[in-house]
């Protein structure tokens, strides 16, 4: 009797290589990008394009104390939110000595573009486009049915032209996106691999049938990753280098199986996940091939985090520095998952939702994704590295 397993890698090893910044020869994702900027930048302004491993506060109203969307907000960033919780972007702008903020902030029915404005000497800082849950093209994100904006890559650059005209010499672009389509396209692969197990246990299929179907559901996720990657591509190459862009980086995904919520899954379903990651790398790789464009390879850089943590100043990155429960009952149960947006550092406060004896610095998620105020560190100082190795900073 043969065993029905669920495919753990369709890409094989060269494809590994590729993804994650090495190997040699002429498959696909084997090129790389030329041609951009090898001087130091005179920037003023961070634009910064993505999910919400880069949102700086699209959502904070729904964190409103008063229930009512007006502040004072308790949280608002996916990591451990406080005075000092800043994300990467945050981080990263500060080193410049530019200031970023959201482009648009709100959830639900409501929302205010460029809220910064109201001051007019901030008028120009709203360049903080990312959003959680957002996805490369899809304005479908994760959490849109719950009021989550989700306003996808493609329409965060279509709306910095329509506020600016064009992208400027002196604008640092930063585009990290592509981890809601892993979600996405990993939901749809469990799903049908749910059913395909069901059907085989219930006499409906064969062994060898599950295990082409599971197969056949592991591709379909893999060509949404690919058809995802060369969409970000072409937006790269034709709405910000076409529009004036011309110091443009390209984070890469690191491998979200490494994650509390990756390492929650089965053994033979984290690979899956894995290659998702690794096939939007492939081919973003491919797409952006000999495009004026720097590509930061997060992949290793991050493997190299989990793998070794007290390098970094890290004691745990298995347990998220976040409690559920706190966070429930400080929601009235509106929210149970434990998402780092409701999370609150603030020693003390009401509203805080760390776990009992958790460290926002030492602790490296603040949920089973996101990074906490540590984590994030560790991100932008890994980015900030890449930078200078380009020579722009």
């Known amino acids: 009797m043969k065993r029905i397993v669920v495919w753990g890698s369709a890409l094989g090893f060269a494809a590994f290589l590729a993804a994650c910044g090495g190997g040699e020869g002429t498959i696909a994702g084997s090129g790389t990008p030329t041609g951009a900027p090898t001087t130091k930048g005179t920037f003023t302004a961070l634009v910064s394009f993505g999910d919400s491993l880069s949102d700086i506060g699209a959502y904070a109203p729904a964190t409103s104390l008063t229930g009512t969307g007006a502040p004072p907000y308790f949280g608002g960033k996916f990591t451990t939110n406080s005075a000092t919780g800043t994300v990467w972007v945050e981080n990263l702008a500060k080193t410049m000595g530019v200031i970023v903020t959201p482009a648009e902030v709100g959830f639900g029915a409501s929302s205010v573009k460029c809220p910064a404005a109201a001051n007019p000497a901030l008028a120009a800082t709203c360049t903080g486009y990312s959003q959680g849950g957002s996805r490369v093209t899809d304005p479908n994100g994760i959490g849109r049915a719950g009021g989550a904006l989700t306003v996808p890559m493609k329409t965060q650059i279509a709306n910095h032209l329509a506020r600016f005209g064009s992208f400027k010499a002196s604008d640092l672009i930063l585009l990290y996106g592509g981890n809601n389509d892993v979600f996405t396209q990993f939901g749809a692969f469990t799903t049908a691999a749910a059913k395909v197990q069901a059907d085989a246990a219930a006499g409906k299929l064969t062994a060898d049938q599950a295990n082409a179907d599971l197969f056949a559901a592991q591709q379909l996720a893999q060509e949404e990753m ?15 280098l076409a529009k004036g862009g011309k110091y443009v980086a390209v984070m890469t995904l690191s491998d979200i199986a490494d994650t509390p919520f990756g390492n929650s899954l089965p053994a033979s379903v984290r690979p899956v996940l894995t290659d998702l990651s690794l096939v939007f790398n492939l ?13 930061i390879d997060t992949c ?19 347990v998220p520095a976040c409690d559920a429960t706190k966070i429930a009952a400080i929601t009235g149960a509106k929210v149970t998952d434990g998402s780092s947006l409701f999370c609150n550092a603030t020693a003390g406060a009401p509203y805080n939702g760390l776990r009992t004896g958790a460290d926002v610095n030492t602790w490296q998620f603040a949920d089973g994704v996101h990074p906490t105020t540590g984590g994030h560190k560790i991100i ?14």
Do not use: H
């Open 283 to 295: 081919w973003l790789r491919e797409g952006l091939t000999g495009q004026a464009v720097q590509l």
């Open 300 to 318: 290793p850089i991050f493997k190299d985090g989990y793998s070794n943590p007290s390098k970094y100043g890290i004691v745990n990155n298995t």
């Open 226 to 240: 690919k058809k995802a990657a060369l969409e970000l591509a072409t937006y790269v190459k034709g709405d910000i």
């Open 380 to 393: 932008s100082d890994a980015f900030t590295t890449q930078l200078k190795a380009f020579g722009w900073l």
